[in-house]
T-cell receptor, first 112, second 116 residues
Framework: QKEVEQDPGPLSVPEGAIVSLNCTYS??????FMWYRQYSRKGPELLMYTYSSGNKEDGRFTAQVDKSSKYISLFIRDSQPSDSATYLCAMSSSGGSYIPTFGRGTSLIVHP | EPEVTQTPSHQVTQMGQEVILRCVPISNHLYFYWYRQILGQKVEFLVS????????KSEIFDDQFSVERPDGSNFTLKIRSTKLEDSAMYFC??????????????FGPGTRLTVL
């Protein structure tokens, strides 16, 4: 069973739509949950991270973690063409080096 | 804004040749990492480096790989005898301190390695 599963998409939405990106995982030791954004020909950039379960909001972005279901989500409100990128979920356990385990990434296209 | 830089952006090599991928981490950062991403697949951790030694490595990071911080600014990844399956995007990342998760790893733009 793969540790982190993420649908690669692509997900194509019109400008202004609410976008939902999701990952599932199998390792109960994961405590830190991250979302990275990766533009074409660039390295991943950390968007948000949360610790354990719950929600976290930052502007148009909301991250949710449901540890009981081993399911995390990233919501993007009022999506913009500039949000078009690949979104990678990543997770790590607490303590130690916090090395993230990544999902495959979901390609998002927001068209005007 | 400080950023991680990597050179070259694209490296083409013949199978069996040695390659060195170079990274300049952000200047006051102390923790350094290499990751790779095979086309269409996940970003995978290779190795972390702190205080001039490897602090953690994955199963991928076998004897064909080595890392070095030769001069206090560069951080290099060497692949001694490249294989076709080493073709991937290689990302360098750096982080300022350990102190808890809140310290973000900053990634470079990557070097695309093509082994023919």
């Amino acid at each position: 069973q793969k540790e982190v599963e993420q649908d690669p998409g692509p997900l194509s939405v019109p400008e202004g739509a609410i976008v939902s990106l999701n990952c599932t995982y199998s390792n109960s030791a994961f405590q830190y949950f991250m979302w990275y954004r990766q533009y074409s020909r660039k390295g991943p950039e950390l968007l948000m991270y949360t610790y354990s379960s719950g929600n976290k909001e930052d502007g148009r972005f909301t991250a949710q973690v449901d540890k009981s279901s081993k399911y995390i989500s990233l919501f993007i409100r009022d999506s913009q063409p500039s949000d078009s990128a690949t979104y990678l979920c990543a997770m790590s356990s607490s303590g130690g080096s916090y090395i993230p385990t990544f999902g495959r990434g979901t390609s998002l296209i927001v068209h005007p | 804004e400080p950023e991680v830089t990597q050179t070259p952006s694209h490296q083409v090599t013949q199978m069996g040749q040695e390659v060195i991928l170079r990274c300049v981490p952000i200047s006051n950062h102390l923790y350094f990492y290499w990751y790779r991403q095979i086309l269409g697949q996940k970003v995978e951790f290779l190795v972390s480096f702190y205080n001039n030694e490897i602090s953690e490595k994955s199963e991928i990071f076998d004897d064909q790989f080595s890392v070095e911080r030769p001069d206090g600014s560069n951080f290099t990844l060497k692949i001694r005898s490249t294989k076709l399956e080493d073709s991937a995007m290689y990302f360098c990342a750096s982080k300022s301190t350990s102190g808890g998760f809140g310290n973000e790893q900053f990634f470079g733009p990557g070097t695309r390695l093509t082994v023919l």
